[in-house]
């Protein structure tokens, strides 16, 4: 019963010369994640940098001051544009269609219906939310590429 490497690393098996050696794979390995979590803990989908916090900007970026703008998280080091998988925001034209639907509420329904009709808006909204909020992400998982269909109008 003499094998020829009678000693194992304890988290990944493979052979050790003796009971004291360091497993060169799990210390790179365990290096990697430590450089990999002082850089930060969220990857950017675009340049692959890690970072911790992004830097909030207007978007759409240098756009004409009647265009719609809101903040969206950028990364501190490409400066592109993310999304937030885990605490999503509703785009500009979502807004836009509930504050119309609450206009038309307040215009169309009688008084007495109104806060039936804004508490349906109220669930709508949250739902909303909650059906784009993605869930169990990985911290490098969370954010997102903007997808930008095109060049959007009047920039
Ligand atoms: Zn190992
Ligand atoms: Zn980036």
Redo the contacts with the bound molecule.
């Keep these: 019963m003499s094998s020829p490497h009678p000693f194992h ?1 304890q ?2 098996t ?1 052979p050790l010369s003796d009971a004291n050696a360091v ?1 060169l ?2 210390e790179g390995q365990l290096q990697r994640e430590t450089h990999a979590a002082t850089l930060g803990k969220h990857r950017c989908p675009i340049c692959d940098e890690r970072f911790n916090r992004p830097v909030n900007e207007l978007f759409p970026r240098g756009a004409k001051w009647y265009v719609p703008k809101q903040f969206k998280p950028t990364c501190p080091h490409c400066k592109g544009f993310l999304r937030d998988r885990a605490n999503p925001r509703l785009s500009i034209k979502q807004v836009g269609g509930l504050l119309a639907a609450t206009l038309l509420t307040y215009l169309l329904l009688p008084a007495e219906y109104r806060k039936y009709g804004l508490g349906i808006l109220m669930v709508i909204y949250l739902v909303m939310l909650i059906l784009q909020r993605e869930r169990n992400l990985a911290p490098a998982e969370r954010f997102a590429k903007v997808e930008t269909l095109g060049k959007p109008p009047f920039v």
């Design positions: 690393c988290s990944c493979r497993c794979h799990c």
